[in-house]
């Protein structure tokens, strides 16, 4: 899905957070010295496996902790089959963690696969004080995604079983979020624009924000040229 990036030394979080008794409920968080922006959610991707986890997103929270966002970046178990424990683990953290540090007001945001849970989150447990939603490079709609036989299978392999089956797990198959969705895809990702199309369909209230020549790690590359139009999106949606 396009060049691989943030192979340069990731940062160290400032502290981690728990939000269950799970290994994997934690959270690591940034905070700049002096806030600017209300608190960002963020939920990695690595199509739901546990060979990915959240510190490739590190390069990312530390640059928008430099910009004045505080961001904690959700851990989830990533079990293959078991779905209901992830998408319950992204829940319990949106209602945990801003609440432990007394966030009023939550922009939420994930790529890839995470941009898939931040949309089911947006439709099926909104955090308080949820401002939007930035989907990058998101697995919108599942059973498309199935169909284009994405990742080898990872759908199938997620869910445990065809996307047909869980409707309640598909963003684009569900209530539309009450807030805001600006979506940010690029343009050369080996993750099809039209997955994102297709939740726009749907839902015509959201945006979709096509970057020319970037592909799919970019939108979270903060060298990348994408860079700029990820953060446009974020300080819009935060007022």
């Known amino acids: 899905m396009g060049r691989a990036v943030l192979t340069r030394p990731a940062p160290e979080p400032d502290w981690t957070l728990r ?7 934690v959270a690591d968080a940034w905070f700049p010295a002096t806030p600017r922006y209300p608190l960002l959610v963020f939920v990695h991707g690595g199509y739901w496996t546990p060979t990915y986890d959240r ?3 590190r390069p990312l929270a530390a640059a928008l902790r430099e910009e004045g966002w505080p961001v ?8 293959p089959g078991e779905p209901d424990d ?3 683990d992204v829940g319990s953290a949106l209602a945990e963690l801003p609440a432990q540090l007394g966030a009023r007001e939550v922009v939420l945001a994930g790529h890839s696969a995470g941009g898939h849970l931040a949309l089911w989150a947006a439709s099926a447990c909104p955090p308080a004080g949820l401002l939007g939603t930035v989907p990058l490079a998101p697995v919108a ?10 990742g080898d299978g990872a759908v199938e392999t997620f869910l445990g079983g065809a996307p047909d089956e869980r409707p309640d797990l598909d963003p684009v198959r569900m209530a539309v979020p009450e807030t805001p969705v600006t979506i940010v895809h690029g343009a050369e990702d080996r993750l099809p624009v039209s997955v994102s199309e297709s ?5 015509p209230a959201a945006k979709l924000i096509v970057v020319p020549d970037a592909a799919h790690f970019e939108v979270i590359d903060p060298l990348s040229g994408a860079w700029p139009v990820v953060t446009a999106q974020l300080v819009g949606l935060a007022g």
Do not use: F
Request: hydrophobic share 40%; aromatic share 8%; no cysteine.
């Open 19 to 25: 939000y269950g008794d799970a290994p994997d409920h």
């Open 55 to 57: 510190a490739h997103t």
């Open 72 to 79: 904690v970046s959700v851990e989830y178990r990533r079990v």
């Open 86 to 88: 992830l998408v319950g």
């Open 141 to 150: 709609d599942l059973m498309l995604a199935h169909r284009l036989g994405l």
């Open 199 to 203: 939740y726009v369909d749907r839902n």
